[in-house]
């Protein structure tokens, strides 16, 4: 993968014992967000400073969440005898299950187009692993983006970081009450004059806990066992639902 | 409160889940129906992954056919001996209706199956019942019975004959075993216990008397509904155990409501009611399949 070299390269380029170049300190408001039976979607926050500022150029920080990977099919519906139906397809291997951009500008104002696609940055240059189709993939690479955007799984917000002082810098991440479960990264950008100067990339964890996550794990793990309790509470319930209103009828 | 389903994974408040299942349970006691045709579709249209919906229906039904089948075995009137013929068919109907769900699902098309078969069936059995309703209707301001032929068929023709006391019926084994496995194929792709299929087919087919119609439908039903529930876990972990719990809770409660109001409605009145709803949800599906789609692209994250 090409954005991990980039950003290892940045990484180790960074960590350089050098003279006291600009730099960059994030955080982010926490580590693990779990989803219990209340969750309703939260904001994550990202922070950072950036530390010996020069006076000359333009500084720009971006900040990027992207998701586990996942396989995801577009399908396209077309006419057939009156009805309606999945007649194309196209999958995508290994997609972020999750993405979010936010910057102080709007990206392509940022960098250069190279740069950002080598990064992976901004919503156009989402590529996954690889596409199989049999017709051209762009429309429904499209749909698939504006479907995810409209599920808040995906989303854009040049403006998103804020500089509170000169060098501090804040941004608000939204994840939606539907999100997948998994390992998400934060990834942390600092560009001057549109080259990425340092980079600081932070995992995040989000998981199901409580009750949700017994059942998930039970359903999956001994799904028939999971099976057969749930036909077991149904009969109780009924059973039970028979004598309590039995002496009513 | 929010509550969240674990394997339908979103989030939904109680209330609407609890009264959900409460309005499908009252109408499925006003009319005396299973309720699955109402659910499935109330589920899908809320946002519940048609899989999801479909499996965990069957549960629902399990449930709410259970004080009904207790009611009637009181009463002695279940025809055990039928009800097993025919769940033996419902079995092998679910597991090939399992089976095709699952296959359907890998192809992309399983809403096409699922919204096709409600179609069809919905459109088919509304349009008889609202027939046949408007018909009692008509006979019973006329004053004039509304007849009923019994006559011999070809179905006595068949091999394997078996006498079924409790029905006072010695017929072939085969229609009831291929009823049973049709329902049970519904059973599976729709989500329904099939009683509005089965209850005809005793009565018009098999020709059952009606006293024990009703318990060893019911019987059956749950034997194929909860085979369904277990297989649907097993084959596409699609069960979602806090959703069925707040259905049916919801639906054992409203179920006690319609069966009141239902005692004070006419039969046929009811009937008629029943068809211009099963009529309803049958053209909102049609609807969704042969209008064009606000958007032709849909997206599929795998698990």
């Known amino acids: ?249 | 409160m929010e509550i969240y389903l674990p394997i339908a994974e979103m989030s939904v408040h109680w209330l609407i889940v609890l009264g959900m299942g409460g309005a499908i349970g009252f109408l499925s006691g006003l009319f005396g129906v299973g309720g699955g045709f109402l659910l499935t579709p109330l589920l899908i249209f809320y946002g519940v992954p048609s899989a999801v919906a479909v499996a965990t229906t069957s549960s629902h039904i399990t449930a709410s056919s259970m004080s009904g089948a207790i009611a009637q075995w009181r009463k002695r009137a279940v025809d055990l001996k039928m009800g097993a013929v025919m769940a033996a068919g419902g079995l092998a109907g679910t597991g090939f209706g399992v089976w095709l769900f699952t296959f359907m699902r890998k192809q992309g098309q399983m809403d096409l199956l699922v919204s096709t078969s409600y179609v069809l069936l919905l459109g088919t059995v509304g349009a008889l019942m609202l027939n046949e309703s408007l018909g009692a209707l008509r006979a019973a301001r006329s004053g004039a019975p509304a007849a009923r032929r019994v006559q011999h068929t070809w179905m006595h023709g068949l091999p394997f004959k078996v006498r079924f006391r409790e029905s006072r019926l010695y017929i072939s084994v085969i229609p009831p075993l291929v009823i049973g496995f049709f329902v049970g194929v519904l059973s599976a792709i729709m989500g329904v216990g099939g009683g509005f299929v089965i209850v005809p087919a005793m009565i018009y087919l098999l020709r059952m008397p009606t006293n024990v119609v009703m318990g060893t439908s019911l019987f059956q039903i749950i034997i194929v509904t909860a085979a369904t529930t277990v297989l649907q876990a097993t084959t596409n972990y699609s069960v979602d155990i806090m959703l069925a719990a707040f259905l049916i809770v919801g639906g054992v409660v409203g179920a006690q409501f319609g069966v009141r109001v239902g005692a004070r409605l006419r039969g046929e009145q009811l009937r008629l009611l029943l068809a211009l709803l099963v009529l309803a949800v049958g053209a909102r599906l049609l609807f969704g399949l042969i209008l064009r789609p606000d958007d032709p692209f849909s997206v599929s994250v795998a698990q």
């Open chain 1, 1 to 249: 993968m090409r954005r991990w070299t980039a950003l290892v390269a940045v990484l180790v380029f960074s960590a350089m014992p050098a003279r006291a170049t600009e730099d960059l300190v994030a955080g982010v408001s926490q580590d693990t967000i779990e989803i219990t039976s209340s969750y309703t979607g939260t904001d994550v926050i990202v922070y950072g400073a950036i530390e010996n500022p020069e006076d000359t150029g333009t500084n720009d920080v971006v900040v990027v969440v992207r998701g586990p990977d996942t396989d995801m099919t577009v399908r396209e519906k077309s006419r057939v005898v009156g009805i309606w139906l999945n007649r194309d397809q196209a999958k995508f291997y290994a997609m972020p299950a999750y993405y979010f951009v936010a910057s102080t500008r709007p990206v392509d104002k940022i960098a250069a187009s190279y740069t950002l696609q080598r990064y992976a940055i901004g919503l156009d240059n989402i590529v996954p692993e690889r596409i199989v189709s049999h017709h051209d993939a762009e429309p429904f690479r499209k749909a698939l983006i504006r479907h995810l955007q409209h599920d808040s799984l995906y989303g854009e917000q040049p403006g998103g970081v804020q500089f509170q002082f000169p060098t501090l810098f804040i941004a608000r991440v939204p994840v939606p009450a539907v999100v997948p479960r998994g390992q998400y990264n934060v990834e942390v950008y600092l560009f001057r004059d549109g080259t990425v100067i340092s980079a600081q990339s932070t995992p995040l964890f989000i998981d199901q806990t409580g009750l949700e996550r017994r059942l998930y794990n039970f359903a999956h793990v001994s799904p028939l066992s999971y099976g057969l309790s749930t036909v077991l509470m149904a009969v109780l319930l009924g059973w039970i639902s028979s004598l309590v209103f039995r002496r009513n009828d």
